[in-house]
C-alpha cells in the first residue's frame, strides 16, 4: 500500500536544463523545482519557461506561498516576474513571498519594483539563516562558490529532509551543509572542470558518498551529460556508490513518502 498524506507531499521538476545551451536551445525545459509539501507549495528557481511548464502541469501559481531563488542567473530566475504576478493573480490579491539572495535585488533587481508591491513580504537569504513558509522551513545553510551570490537550500517537511544543492564549485562545506534523506543536486558538466564554478559527476559522487542520502536525484544538466544521457550516468553512480541516484526527467513527479521504502 502507498502511504500517501492528503496533500501527498511532492516535488515537481518544472525543468532539467543547466548552463546555457541546454537552455538557450531547451533541448530540455528549465521550469524550476515546484514543492508541494503538507499543504504548502512552493516554487524554487523559476528559469525560462516557468510559466508555460507549470500551466501545462495543471500547477496554480495562485497556490503558491512564495518562490524562492537561489541566485540571479538567467536560468533560475528569468521568469520570477511572470510568477509573481500569477502567484498574487496579476497583482489583484496580495499574497505570497519572493525569498532571494541581496545581489538579486540590489543594483538590478531580478524583479520589477512594482511586482513587489503585489508580494506579501521579500526575505532575503543568508548564510547560515532559517526561514519558514507555512507547513515548510528551510536554511540557507552554506553561500555556495559561484560568480554571484548564491545559496542551496535545506528543507524540513512533511516529516522528511532534503536539500537542494543549487550552482557551486565543489568544496568540502557542501558536504558538511547538506546532510539529508534526499539530495538534488545541479550537475552540469559530466568531467571535472575547473576553470568553471560548476559541479561534476566526479563532484557528485563524492557528495552522494559522503552525505549517504536515502535517495539522489541529478537535475540541470549541461550539454555533455545530457549528450551522454542522465539516466545512464545516474545508474552509473548507483552501482559507484551502492545508494539510489536517480536523474530527474521533465515534469518528474517525486512523492516523499518513496523515502520511507529505503
Ligand atoms: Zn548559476
Redesign the pocket.
Known sequence: MENKSPSGDTITFLGTAGARFMVLKQLTASGGLWLNLSGTEILVDPGPGSIVQSTKRKLRAEKLSAIILS?R?L??SADVNIMAEAMTQGGFKRHGWLFAPADALESEPVIFSYLKSYLEGIEILKEGKSYSVGNISFTTPIQHI?PVE?YGMLFRAAGHTFAYVA?SRYFDGLCHSYGSELLIINVVFLEANYQIDHLSVPDAKHIITELKPKVAILTHFGMTMWQTKPWEIAQGLSQQTGLRVLAARDGMRFDLSQLNNY
Do not use: L
Request: avoid cysteine; charged fraction near 30%; charge should be negative.
Open positions: 541566485h542567473h536560468d533560475h559561484h548564491t550552482d
